[in-house]
């Protein structure tokens, strides 16, 4: 599916669908509030996945960010949502998708003005496939341990996406994601 024809589901102000709207023509200055969702990936070493993203992105392009997002379908579950974007995004498979966050939400503008205004649930799974990441998509990748990256956002703030920082500024997502580190 192409992101021309891509449907994105609206929210109002209680996260509730109230339409759908493409992709391409909501991401401007005045984006609405819609689902989307974000996912850290692990390798069995216990390492995080960076992406970098494309230098071709209407937002935030070529900054540092959390592995993959997206954005679910209409009536589409989010571990189909996560399986369909990781393989479009990273050419990669996936399995033992955790939630980690139900009702992350953030609001960010980039220097362009494009706004980023998602009700975003944050999940982690575990790479179970090789990479062949999307050049559209991503610019680069790094595996990272997890409390490196923690460093790295302390340190150059800026070179990360803003939903990111936002993620791991929050105490109980780091919580829960070291915590499925472990499991």
């Known amino acids: 599916m192409t992101s021309t024809t891509e449907q994105v589901v609206l929210l109002d102000s209680n996260y509730q669908p109230i339409g759908t709207a493409d992709k391409a023509g909501i991401h401007d200055e005045n984006t609405p509030l819609h689902l ?3 996912c850290y990936l692990f390798n069995d070493q216990g ?3 960076l992406t970098r993203r494309s230098l071709d992105k209407v937002a935030w ?7 993959f997002c997206g954005h679910p379908l209409p009536d589409e579950v989010f571990s189909d949502a996560l399986h369909r974007r990781a393989e479009y995004e990273l050419g990669a498979k996936i399995a033992d998708i955790r939630s980690v966050c139900e009702d992350f939400q953030y609001y ?3 220097n362009s003005g494009v706004v980023e205004n998602e009700f975003c ?4 799974a575990r790479l179970t496939s090789e990479l062949a990441p999307r050049a559209s998509e991503v610019a680069d990748y790094a595996w990272i341990d997890f409390d490196d990256l923690l460093q790295s956002v302390q340190t150059a703030p800026f070179a990360f996406s803003p939903w990111m920082r936002e993620q791991l500024s929050h105490r109980d997502l780091v919580a829960h994601l070291k ?3 472990m499991a």
């Open 36 to 38: 989307a969702f974000s």
């Open 61 to 67: 392009p070529g900054v540092w960010t959390n592995s």
């Open 108 to 110: 960010a503008k980039d």
């Open 47 to 49: 390492q995080v996945l």
């Open 179 to 181: 915590q499925g580190l």
């Open 121 to 124: 649930p944050v999940f982690q």
